[in-house]
Structure formats: structure tokens, C-alpha cells
């Protein structure tokens, strides 16, 4: 059975919380568009939470825009429980992740949103589980294997290295819902809204060959803050500027058609569907790219 979002005919500003960790350029593109187009925009956000406030700009980007802001540091949080790692892999942690996740949601509540955004958030949290949240992924998850699994999945920069390591000439940006996660191996897996147009890779004058090399030699674990090689190099370079030729495109966008109730899910087929306004019907669809300088593209 189809399932609308929102109800476009019932159109009015949807209250959005923006979850974000770092310098927060994607949230800002979502309060500047936000405050140049007032009340016409399809959404207003009522409050930013970070897991931190080193490093990140939530308090700045709070003040600039007079939005409130809730910040859970997550390290001090995990540290009232006696661990001095944030890591995911032991069951501890695990578990205080969801306690942390709960304290989360506990001041998310108060501001009553209809939707939520992860514009750069870093840590994994099941709040995906209480309300529809889009995530922002640097990575193209069009692209399948053969059994339809999505390839370029998994945290920080990973996604770009895999495309880089794989050959792919040009990467993108995609919005989804994220879903609740039951393990690292279970990630980027919810309805794929919009993806943004393709942006070259740029290799930085080294060979494909040289980065293969470099990428095979690694352990298989990943150390904490990644491997420190030229492959993560190149990999967070072409990173920043998806996130400008991306990120910045795609996420306003598709924020906002969501906004709208332009989107539709089918949970029993797991199908996608999408109308350009509440005059004409939904339609199947596999996502819908977004660009800077022309109307949305139906991928199906």
C-alpha cells in the first residue's frame, strides 16, 4: 500500500530538526535557503543538534540563524558509563549508543518536528527509528551489483574510495531515508529520494594503478580516523568538492519536495513513487536527480 509523506493539498511549513557534527555547510544551505525564501519555504527548522560542540559549528550556525540548539556530547555521555571509546564493536557500546540515542530523542521531542535531517551527523543512531530522517550520502547508490545491493555504502569517506578504487570516472551525491541500523554492514539501505548530477573524480595527477596498490596493501580494518594513505588523501579531496557540486544541490532540494509531499513509499513492495504537484498522480520511480540549473530529472 502507498504511503504519503506529507499531503501536498494540505501544504503548510513542516517543522524540520537538522542533525549535524562538523563545520555544518550542509545545514547552512538549508537555513539560507530557509531564510531567503521566508514563509514560501516548504519547511522551517526549529532546532540543530550536534554530538559535539569541538569542532563543530552548531552554536555558531544557532546564534547566526536564532535557532535553538540541543548538542549530547557523545563522548562525555559514553564516559558517565565508564568507556573511553565510542566504538561500535562491543556489545557495551552498542548499548549505550541506544541510551545516548534515547537521550537524543528525549530533547528532540520537546520541538514537536515532523521530519529530521542528517546533514553531516557522524555518529550511527537509530533516531531513524522514531521519525523520517534524510541522510546525505557521498556516494552514487544507483550503482548495484547484480543481486541489486548498493556498492558505494558504508561511513566518512569510504564510499569515495570504493568509487575511486573501482574506476568510476565521476561520483555523486545521494538523499535517503536513512533506516535503523542492526550493524556496520547494514547501512544505506532506505528509500533513495535524489541524487545529485555527476562530478568528475580527480585522481590529483596519481595513476589508478598507484591508489589500487596503496588500497589492496591495507589491513582490513579500518584504524580509528582511517588509514592515513594517499587513497584517503585524494579520497577526502574529491570529497569536498562532491560536497560543493553535490551535497549543496542535492540536499536543499530534496529536502523540499519532501517538504511538500512529493514523495510516496510503498513498504510492502519497497517501490518509490513521485508526483511533481498534487494535481497529476504518483509515480513509480527508482529516485529523481537534482541540479543546480534545471527542473528534476525521473530516473525509473
Same mark, same amino acid.
Given at each position: 500500500?502507498?504511503?504519503?509523506?506529507?499531503?501536498?493539498?494540505?501544504?503548510?511549513?513542516?517543522?524540520? $530538526?537538522?542533525?549535524?557534527?562538523?563545520?555544518?555547510s550542509n545545514a547552512e544551505k538549508l537555513l539560507e535557503k530557509q531564510n531567503e525564501e521566508g514563509t514560501d519555504c516548504a519547511y522551517e527548522i526549529t532546532v540543530l543538534l550536534s554530538d559535539r560542540t569541538k569542532n563543530c559549528r552548531i552554536l555558531e550556525l544557532g546564534k547566526k540563524y536564532n535557532i535553538p540548539v540541543e548538542v549530547v556530547d557523545i563522548k562525555s555521555f559514553y564516559a558517565t558509563y565508564g568507556l573511553k571509546s565510542i566504538s561500535l564493536a562491543l556489545k557495551e557500546g552498542q548499548k549505550v549508543r541506544e541510551l545516548w540515542t534515547a537521550e537524543l530523542y528525549k530533547?528532540?521531542?520537546?520541538?514537536?518536528?515532523?521530519?529530521?535531517?542528517?546533514?553531516?551527523?557522524?555518529?550511527?543512531t537509530n533516531i531513524t527509528g522514531y521519525l523520517p530522517c534524510l541522510n546525505v550520502h557521498p556516494g552514487d547508490l544507483l550503482i548495484e551489483d547484480s543481486a541489486g545491493k548498493r556498492l558505494l555504502v558504508g561511513l566518512h569517506e569510504a564510499p569515495i574510495e570504493l568509487a575511486i578504487i573501482a574506476g568510476k570516472n565521476s561520483l555523486r551525491s545521494s538523499v535517503i531515508i536513512a533506516e535503523p541500523y542492526s550493524s556496520l554492514n547494514d547501512m544505506d539501505n532506505g528509500p533513495l529520494l535524489g541524487v545529485s548530477s555527476e562530478v568528475a573524480v580527480d585522481l590529483q595527477g596519481h595513476s589508478l594503478g598507484e591508489l589500487v596498490k596503496i588500497?589492496?596493501?591495507?589491513?582490513?580494518?579500518?584504524?580509528?580516523?582511517?588509514?592515513?594513505?594517499?587513497?584517503?588523501?585524494?579520497?577526502?579531496?574529491?570529497?569536498?568538492?562532491?560536497?560543493?557540486a553535490g551535497d549543496h544541490i542535492v540536499l536543499p532540494q530534496t529536502v523540499e519536495s519532501f517538504a511538500k509531499g512529493?514523495? $510516496?513509499?510503498?513498504?510492502?513492495?519497497?517501490?518509490?513513487?513521485?508526483?511533481?504537484?498534487?494535481?497529476?498522480?504518483f509515480k513509480k520511480i527508482k529516485t529523481i536527480q537534482y541540479s543546480q540549473d534545471s527542473e528534476p530529472n525521473i530516473i525509473d
Open positions: 500500500m502507498i504511503k504519503e509523506y506529507f499531503k501536498e493539498k494540505e501544504l503548510q511549513q513542516r517543522k524540520v $530538526a537538522v542533525f549535524l557534527s562538523g563545520s555544518g530533547r528532540l521531542k520537546a520541538y514537536d518536528v515532523d521530519f529530521a535531517v542528517l546533514a553531516g551527523f557522524i555518529p550511527l588500497y589492496n596493501a591495507r589491513d582490513k580494518k579500518r584504524p580509528v580516523g582511517g588509514y592515513k594513505d594517499l587513497v584517503q588523501e585524494v579520497a577526502i579531496h574529491n570529497q569536498e568538492q562532491l560536497k560543493v512529493l514523495y $510516496a513509499f510503498d513498504n510492502d513492495s519497497k517501490e518509490l513513487y513521485f508526483r511533481s504537484n498534487s494535481d497529476i498522480q
